[in-house]
T-cell receptor
Framework: GQQLNQSPQSMFIQEGEDVSMNCTSS?????WLWYKQDPGEGPVLLIA?????ELTSNGRLTAQFGITRKDSFLNISASIPSDVGIYFC???????????FGPGTSLSVIP | EPEVTQTPSHQVTQMGQEVILRCVPI?????FYWYRQILGQKVEFLVS????????KSEIFDDQFSVERPDGSNFTLKIRSTKLEDSAMYFC???????????FGSGTRLTVV
């Protein structure tokens, strides 16, 4: 099936540090999405990427759609305590396909 | 900010009972989805729905599951005879045509005992 892998699985960082996380796949995706999930809540869309090589920012967040279309990364600069949560990458293969989620990266920020 | 609304937020049911999870998608969205998340695991696709019919479903979405859009606003997921392993968070999502930025609801936590 369509599998997405995320690394790292979890990270513990100091407030103010920058964060980088990756998402990879063995198959090509045409759209990459990054979501954040807080405990007890549904995932919230952070960034959507639609073109290979695209680099998009949303405040302190920056995400890139890999040139091979098999990967994406998310960077968070100057982390703050409210960045705590699980970050999911998600991909879409075709216009009529569903969104496939990765297993998530759990981020903890130490004040 | 428009929201996807899900009710109830938490449902406890006896094994073998039927449950209906309810969702009100964003009003101008055309594509609707149900996902589930077993505690501590990833978000898994169940079913997509467009133009009043199922467009795709996963292996999880077996004959015990059904979806319906009974009127212009509600989108429901029914589990006919619940099993212990159906315990999970169930998320409804919707999107507009031309974008893959789903909006998710806050979920229904289903506990089967």
């Amino acid at each position: 099936g369509q599998q997405l892998n995320q690394s790292p699985q979890s990270m513990f960082i100091q407030e103010g540090e920058d964060v980088s996380m990756n998402c990879t796949s063995s198959s090509i995706f045409n759209t990459w999405l990054w979501y954040k999930q807080d405990p007890g809540e549904g995932p919230v869309l952070l960034i959507a990427l639609y073109k290979a090589g695209e680099l998009t920012s949303n405040g302190r967040l920056t995400a890139q759609f890999g040139i091979t279309r098999k990967d994406s990364f998310l960077n968070i600069s100057a982390s703050i305590p409210s960045d705590v949560g699980i970050y999911f990458c998600a991909g879409v293969k075709t216009s009529y396909d569903k969104v496939i989620f990765g297993p998530g990266t759990s981020l903890s920020v130490i004040p | 900010e428009p929201e996807v609304t899900q009710t109830p937020s938490h449902q406890v049911t006896q094994m073998g009972q039927e449950v209906i999870l309810r969702c009100v998608p964003i009003s101008n969205h055309l594509y609707f989805y149900w996902y589930r998340q077993i505690l501590g695991q990833k978000v898994e696709f169940l079913v997509s729905f467009y133009n009043n019919e199922i467009s795709e479903k996963s292996e999880i979405f077996d004959d015990q599951f059904s979806v319906e859009r009974p009127d212009g606003s509600n989108f429901t997921l029914k589990i006919r005879s619940t099993k212990l392993e159906d315990s999970a968070m169930y998320f409804c999502a919707s999107r507009q045509r031309g974008t893959w930025g789903y909006t998710f609801g806050s979920g229904t936590r289903l506990t089967v005992v």
